[in-house]
T-cell receptor, first 113, second 113 residues
């Protein structure tokens, strides 16, 4: 399998639930990103990892917790979310954080009820 | 200064026509300007990109025009086809503090047969 794979594709969770989003890339890239995509808003960068180290946290609430165990895998742990957190969460990767050739996954459509 | 302003929000073009989407930026440190194409249920995919040392870049039916003095760039889709119907995002980034991709709000293009 090639490219950037995200699972699950769809997720419905209650505000008291704990869930995790998974991203896996098979491109040999060293930088990985989480973006939030909401309707009629620009893609919002949430987190950046470069060689497994977090290099950016874009003022994201602590109810979102990223984890990057290696350069190929990225997780986003979710807990006590709010309905306004409902969005498409996109994972992307690039050769490194100075390389702008981002490859995006298809995203996880999250609905918080 | 970190914003990228994109217009129009939506666009309807007849098959065979020219689609034009515009973006403007403020930060003169930006030095990379990509356009991404996103189909429903998919993540954004890099379509074409330009650096400010050239005023135009063409790849097939897609052309980026870049005006450095006006801090504007645009995407032109020649001979638009129904298969081009998608959401298009402009973006900008630069070396250093601005090295993350900053996205516009997107343009929903519908090409009518």
């Amino acid at each position: 399998e090639t490219g950037v794979t995200q699972t699950p594709r769809h997720l419905v969770m209650g505000m008291t639930n704990k869930k995790s989003l998974k991203c896996e890339q098979h491109l040999g890239h060293n930088a990985m990103y989480w973006y939030k995509q909401s309707a009629k808003k620009p893609l919002e960068l949430m987190f950046v990892y470069n060689f497994k180290e977090q290099t950016e946290n874009n003022s994201v609430p602590s109810r979102f917790s990223p984890e990057c165990p290696n350069s190929s895998h990225l997780f986003l742990h979710l807990h006590t979310l709010q309905p306004e957190d409902s969005a498409l969460y996109l994972c992307a990767s690039s050769q490194d954080f100075t390389n702008y050739g981002y490859t995006f996954g298809s995203g996880t459509r999250l609905t918080v009820v | 200064q970190q914003q990228v302003k994109q217009s129009p929000q939506s666009l309807i073009v007849q098959k065979g026509g020219i689609s034009i989407i515009n973006c403007a930026y403020e930060n003169t440190a930006f030095d990379y300007f990509p356009w991404y194409q996103q189909f429903p249920g998919k993540g954004p995919a890099l379509l074409i990109a330009i650096r400010p040392d050239v005023s135009e870049k063409k790849e097939g039916r897609f052309t980026i025009s870049f005006n450095k003095s006006a801090k504007q760039f645009s995407l032109h889709i020649m001979d638009s086809q129904p298969g081009d119907s998608a959401t298009y995002f402009c973006a900008a980034s630069g070396f250093g503090a601005t090295n993350k991709l900053i996205f516009g709000t997107g343009t929903l293009l519908a090409v009518q047969p």
